[in-house]
């Protein structure tokens, strides 16, 4: 970092936008354009509020006992946890963006000691990454299911599905615990008096490798990402050469078996939807965050702080596009999932039960039947 300092790099960019100051005497501090902040803290609490009331009824419908049984399902409850958490720390971050850019007045982390800071850091990037590979999971489940729909892999199973989840945790852990190391309560703003939960000075360069390009770049975005393509695009080629090879044929067994695929189909598709989302959300904040860290790395000190000027707002309305992905997953299965939206249909609507009254012209069958 020898042509400028700044806080948090690109990690603010992805959660709240607000850490990324650069500090330099050689030039003044430029005006950032406030509509893009504006615009990403008025969308914030609608998106969270509907996200959160999405995710409940989600897991909700995905524990009714038609659907808890399936592999997929858990998968799905579990991220829509892991998404719920999410947008309630997205709209924390959000007020404590508020109250520290803008208000100049102590944020949500005043108060918090080294350790409370150590195991939020923690905890939060945590959740991202379970967000993240949930989705990889399942790609990974889906792929399995239509191109080896015989084959009864432990993975597939109820069993297996919590079990995968368990291990997955352990491991995203493991590759965050160098946060506890390296974060403690630091002073954020020395003129107001204003502490945040960042990275000590002697550990800012090693962290931020390590949660710019580790973390973000290939955790979240990167490897995911080329996991979702490949499954995807092996589970579509899949699907296409069998309705090719189904066409060919013309008979009732064909078409009994034509519509036992279809059937799981429709939750591929679902399921497509839902991890083709994840890439479409957050690809827009990677690129301008990969600008950014470009424009760094090889331009001059002003150049990178022109260019991250101009993009400020478009990076702010990418964080709240990003967000997206944690709260549109139960509008996905409204919208591509029949059975959901029966189950759906059945929390709601009560069944009508019909009282007959019984008659000296009832006839045996009907007091049986009765």
Known sequence: MEKMEYLSDVNGTWNN????????????VPVIPKWGFWAKFLSTPVIVLVGILGNMLSFIVMKTKTLR??????YLCALAVFDTLTLIIR??????????????????????????CKLYNFIVHVITL?????VVFMAVERLIAVCFPFKKVYFRKETGAVVAIGILFICVCLTQSFRFLMIEHVMYDDKNNIRDCLATE???????????????????????????ILCNSLVLFHIFRV??????????????????????????CMLLIVTFTYIITLLPLFTLSLIVDVTIKVGSL?????????????????????LLNYAANFFIYVLSGKRFRFELKNLFIKKRIVKRSFTARSTRTEFYRQ
């Open 91 to 116: 709209q924390i971050e959000s007020v404590d963006e508020y109250l520290v850019s803008h208000q100049k007045t102590s944020g949500v982390f005043q108060q918090f000691s080294d350790g409370s």
């Open 302 to 322: 002003e150049t990178a702080r022109n260019t991250y000027v101009a993009l400020r707002p478009y990076i702010d309305i990418s964080v709240s596009v990003s």
């Open 130 to 134: 379970m967000c993240s590979w949930l």
């Open 202 to 228: 002697k550990h800012a360069e090693i962290y931020t490798s390590l949660d710019v390009y580790f973390f973000l770049w290939t955790l979240v975005f990167v490897l995911p990402v080329v996991f979702i």
């Open 69 to 74: 049984h399936k592999s997929y399902s858990h």
């Open 17 to 28: 936008g607000s850490n990324m100051t650069f500090l330099s005497e050689d030039f003044p």
């Open 243 to 268: 309705k090719k090879d189904l066409q060919k044929e013309d008979n009732f067994l064909s078409y009994r078996t034509d519509r036992a695929r279809e059937r799981k189909y429709r939750s591929t």
